[in-house]
């Protein structure tokens, strides 16, 4: 799996960056007074900030990330130069990636993937788009309004037959599984899960996953170094986990062979395990494996 991602062209923050944020910009944007600063936002008239304040982590504030090419110049700033943003184009490559090649690896054609959380579905119609084996994806996001343009997305990428949405909370998975799945996407969503409801929707979507099949999900550190500004001026509360913290909630309900997959910035991590014919205790194959 790890040649899968090696020609991957990730975007990287320069030495001086670094060094600029970890110094001047991270502290400056962690410690000015939250009031200023939301006034300054609001003065600039930032869809990011906006979109995050209507709707923490929403879809909206992704997509304007990942286009990387915002009207206003305080956005092009925060998204250009944002840890976050910047990491969160790398994991937008680096699940794609994985999960096209998951999809050229599923048993048989079209690959059923479900996407928990999806949003308009980006990931997941890059990926369709980059298999040469065909699929069919079903997307579960508790907003609708990301669905007019999902489906816009879908249709511009050629993809509208294959892609239907579900508006529900992935917290309720279980009652929407009318079918087997060979491939679960929860690409952005753990972080605004509780460690129970992680587990929950795991023995949900096991049982619908036949031995063999994959889950790719991700991890977020605290590296981006702006938490406390993510906190204070958009109401932003991510659950950082690392990946081992993850897989001990999968593997008690029957997922092993985790593989880690790390973005450049050291921010997010995909993983991939699979769904495990027995138990993980019996197996006894669940040692943690990091791609190089
Ligand atoms: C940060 S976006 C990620 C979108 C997409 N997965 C991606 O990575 O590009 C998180 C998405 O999860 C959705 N979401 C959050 N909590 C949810 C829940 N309990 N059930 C379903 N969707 C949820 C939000 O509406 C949003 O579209």
């Given at each position: 799996?790890?040649?899968?991602?090696?020609?991957?062209?990730?975007?990287?923050?320069?030495i001086?960056?670094?060094?600029?944020?970890?110094?001047?910009?991270?502290p400056?944007?962690?410690?000015?007074?939250?009031?200023?600063?939301?006034?300054?936002?609001r003065?600039c008239?930032s869809?990011?900030?906006?979109s995050?304040?209507r709707?923490p982590?929403?879809w909206?504030?992704?997509?304007?990330?990942?286009?990387?090419?915002?009207?206003?110049?305080?956005?092009?700033?925060?998204?250009?130069?944002?840890?976050?943003?910047?990491?969160?184009?790398?994991?937008r490559?680096?699940?794609?990636?994985?999960i096209?090649?998951?999809i050229?690896?599923?048993?048989?054609?079209?690959?059923?993937?479900l996407c928990?959380g999806?949003?308009?579905?980006?990931?997941i119609?890059?990926?369709?788009?980059?298999?040469?084996?065909?699929?069919?994806?079903?997307l579960?996001?508790?907003?609708?309004?990301?669905?007019?343009y999902?489906?816009r997305?879908?249709?511009?990428?050629?993809l509208?037959?294959?892609?239907?949405?579900?508006?529900?909370?992935?917290?309720d998975?279980?009652?929407?599984l009318?079918?087997?799945?060979?491939?679960v996407?929860?690409?952005?969503?753990c972080?605004?899960?509780?460690?129970e409801?992680?587990?929950?929707?795991?023995?949900?979507?096991?049982?619908v996953?036949?031995?063999?099949?994959?889950?790719?999900?991700?991890?977020?550190?605290?590296?981006h170094?702006?938490?406390?500004?993510f906190?204070?001026?958009?109401?932003?509360?991510?659950?950082?986990r690392?990946p081992?913290?993850?897989?001990?909630?999968?593997?008690?309900?029957?997922?092993?062979?985790?593989?880690?997959?790390?973005?450049p910035?050291g921010?997010?991590?995909?993983?991939v395990c699979k769904?495990?014919?027995?138990?993980?205790?019996?197996?006894?194959?669940?040692?943690?494996?990091?791609?190089?």
């Amino acid at each position: 799996m790890e040649s899968w991602v090696e020609d991957i062209e990730f975007e990287r923050l320069s030495i001086p960056a670094r060094i600029a944020k970890k110094l001047l910009i991270n502290p400056l944007a962690n410690y000015l007074p939250a009031a200023m600063v939301k006034g300054l936002l609001r003065i600039c008239k930032s869809e990011l900030a906006l979109s995050n304040w209507r709707d923490p982590g929403g879809w909206r504030s992704m997509v304007i990330s990942y286009d990387g090419n915002p009207e206003k110049g305080i956005d092009k700033m925060l998204v250009t130069s944002g840890s976050i943003p910047t990491a969160l184009r790398n994991r937008r490559r680096l699940a794609s990636r994985l999960i096209a090649r998951l999809i050229d690896h599923a048993p048989h054609e079209p690959a059923h993937v479900l996407c928990l959380g999806a949003g308009p579905g980006t990931i997941i119609t890059d990926a369709m788009g980059q298999a040469e084996h065909d699929s069919v994806a079903t997307l579960v996001d508790i907003s609708s309004d990301a669905f007019d343009y999902g489906r816009r997305q879908a249709a511009e990428r050629g993809l509208s037959e294959r892609v239907r949405f579900i508006q529900g909370d992935v917290r309720d998975v279980k009652g929407m599984l009318d079918k087997q799945v060979d491939l679960v996407k929860m690409v952005g969503i753990c972080e605004y899960l509780e460690d129970e409801q992680i587990t929950s929707i795991a023995r949900a979507v096991a049982e619908v996953m036949p031995a063999g099949t994959s889950i790719v999900f991700n991890s977020i550190s605290k590296r981006h170094g702006t938490d406390r500004f993510f906190r204070r001026v958009f109401g932003l509360h991510m659950i950082h986990r690392s990946p081992q913290q993850l897989q001990e909630l999968l593997e008690p309900v029957g997922f092993g062979e985790f593989t880690v997959f790390a973005e450049p910035l050291g921010v997010y991590n995909i993983v991939v395990c699979k769904r495990l014919a027995a138990p993980a205790a019996e197996t006894g194959n669940n040692t943690p494996k990091e791609a190089e």
